[in-house]
């Protein structure tokens, strides 16, 4: 059996201010095609569908044509909740969807019912395992020990009773232990959300959501599709694309396939200075500048946006800014006249001392601060 694995498609995301609204339609059109190439016996989504809880009208229509795409194929497409997404919204209108083959996954009830496929070599059992917290999952099994993330999926993930003599692949919206995280990611303090990849060992195929970069965990068996997009520059080096997961006969690993997705846009990050930007050919790709001058650029970001009109962050990397990372407290700094304070700083972030018309000038304008306040 192929199964397409996508995940994280965060619809409705603003990055920078700017809407990837118009990003998103193309590459979930994209996907559609890869589907039409590929021919992938089924379809699962595994979760962070929106980016947000209520996500924008315009983000609910362009997975609403995407799920319509599908249902028009006649394939089987699986969809579960992930963190950024409202299970209960998720979970709308899905016993109707049903009837077009399309499923997905209910708000966490304790009560997970596999769906059904069957191929060459017999069943295929589906598990539609939203986002769960330790919480979550306790208000369920009151009389169950639940101090962790691992402890709540061992436990949910127990309630399901997979028969194990059949293939099962379960779709879960979680941090494994080992995977590689970035920036774009929501991080929780410490190791508080992992979760031990032991606890899948009743799978043949884990469709994992919630990291942003494709990975396999361990081995090809426990699987991030990671996200159709970049959606931070934390990502920059990323190449996205859709997983395909071939699983044949109970006991063999999955094969995977990354079919490469190629945006409308790219990101990209310069390094140099004003003038030599200034000189580059233009680009709308989504744009990082670190500008290396010493000196402050006046209105910077509406020059740059001439040659990259997609400029998202405009920073500056440079002696004083080395210098400034670098400044040391001094440690009797409260028995220093405030001219020999404001000199001291001087010092460390330019690396010379001020001249003897700079403390002049210096010390005229601190009496004057002290003539005002008295």
Same mark, same amino acid.
């Given at each position: 059996?192929? @199964?397409?694995?996508?995940?994280?498609? =965060? $619809?409705?995301?603003?990055?920078?201010?700017?809407?990837?609204?118009?990003?998103?339609?193309? +590459?979930?059109?994209?996907?559609?095609?890869?589907?039409?190439?590929?021919?992938?016996?089924? +379809?699962?989504?595994?979760?962070?569908?929106?980016?947000?809880?209520?996500?924008?009208?315009?983000?609910?229509?362009?997975?609403?044509?995407?799920?319509?795409?599908?249902a028009n194929r006649d394939l089987p497409l699986f969809v579960i909740s992930g963190n950024h997404?409202?299970?209960?919204?998720?979970?709308?209108?899905?016993?109707?969807?049903?009837?077009?083959?399309?499923?997905?996954?209910?708000?966490?009830?304790?009560?997970?019912?596999?769906?059904? $496929?069957?191929?060459?070599?017999?069943?295929?059992?589906?598990?539609?395992?939203?986002?769960?917290?330790? =919480?979550?999952?306790?208000?369920?099994?009151?009389?169950?020990?639940?101090?962790?993330?691992?402890?709540?999926?061992?436990?949910?993930?127990?309630?399901?009773?997979?028969?194990?003599?059949?293939?099962?692949?379960?779709?879960?919206?979680?941090?494994?232990?080992?995977?590689?995280?970035?920036?774009?990611?929501?991080?929780?303090?410490?190791?508080?959300q992992n979760i031990d990849a032991s606890v899948f060992s009743d799978f043949d195929y884990v469709?994992?959501? =919630?990291?942003?970069?494709?990975?396999?965990?361990?081995?090809?068996?426990?699987?991030?599709?990671?996200?159709?997009? /970049?959606?931070?520059?934390?990502?920059?080096?990323?190449?996205?694309?859709?997983?395909?997961?071939?699983?044949?006969?109970?006991?063999?690993?999955?094969?995977?396939?990354?079919?490469?997705?190629?945006?409308?846009?790219?990101?990209?990050?310069?390094?140099?200075?004003?003038? =030599? @930007?200034?000189?580059?050919?233009?680009?709308?790709?989504?744009?990082?500048?670190?500008?290396?001058?010493?000196?402050? +650029?006046?209105?910077?970001?509406?020059?740059?946006?001439?040659?990259?009109?997609?400029?998202?962050?405009?920073?500056?990397?440079?002696?004083?800014?080395?210098?400034?990372?670098?400044?040391?407290?001094?440690?009797?700094?409260?028995?220093?006249?405030?001219?020999? $304070?404001?000199?001291?700083?001087?010092?460390?972030?330019?690396?010379?001392?001020?001249?003897?018309?700079? /403390?002049?000038?210096?010390?005229?304008?601190?009496?004057?601060?002290?003539?005002?306040?008295?």
């Open positions: 059996m192929r @199964i397409m694995h996508l995940s994280d498609l =965060h $619809l409705g995301k603003r990055l920078h201010n700017f809407s990837m609204l118009q990003d998103q339609k193309y +590459i979930m059109n994209q996907i559609i095609e890869i589907i039409d190439n590929q021919k992938p016996d089924c +379809i699962v989504i595994a979760g962070d569908v929106y980016d947000k809880s209520v996500p924008p009208a315009e983000a609910v229509t362009i997975f609403n044509q995407f799920i319509t795409e599908i997404d409202s299970a209960e919204r998720i979970a709308f209108g899905s016993e109707i969807m049903k009837k077009s083959n399309i499923w997905f996954s209910p708000v966490y009830s304790g009560n997970v019912a596999p769906v059904t $496929l069957h191929d060459a070599f017999g069943e295929v059992c589906f598990y539609l395992l939203p986002f769960l917290s330790p =919480h979550e999952v306790r208000n369920v099994f009151k009389e169950k020990q639940i101090d962790n993330y691992t402890d709540a999926l061992s436990v949910a993930i127990e309630a399901m009773q997979p028969d194990t003599s059949v293939r099962n692949v379960l779709l879960s919206h979680q941090y494994v232990t080992g995977a590689e995280r970035c920036d774009s990611e929501e991080i929780y303090v410490g190791s508080l469709a994992l959501g =919630h990291l942003h970069s494709p990975q396999n965990v361990g081995s090809t068996r426990i699987r991030y599709s990671g996200t159709p997009l /970049k959606y931070s520059f934390s990502e920059i080096n990323h190449r996205k694309s859709v997983t395909i997961a071939e699983i044949r006969q109970k006991g063999q690993l999955p094969k995977i396939t990354e079919i490469p997705l190629v945006p409308v846009r790219d990101m990209l990050e310069i390094h140099d200075s004003f003038y =030599h @930007i200034m000189q580059m050919q233009k680009s709308d790709a989504y744009t990082r500048i670190i500008l290396t001058d010493e000196e402050m +650029i006046l209105d910077a970001v509406g020059s740059l946006r001439k040659v990259f009109p997609n400029l998202m962050i405009l920073e500056y990397e440079n002696r004083q800014q080395h210098s400034a990372e670098k400044l040391k407290t001094l440690p009797d700094a409260e028995k220093l006249s405030p001219l020999e $304070l404001v000199s001291e700083f001087f010092t460390q972030l330019n690396g010379k001392e001020m001249t003897e018309n700079q /403390k002049e000038w210096l010390s005229d304008k601190i009496k004057a601060i002290w003539r005002d306040e008295t």
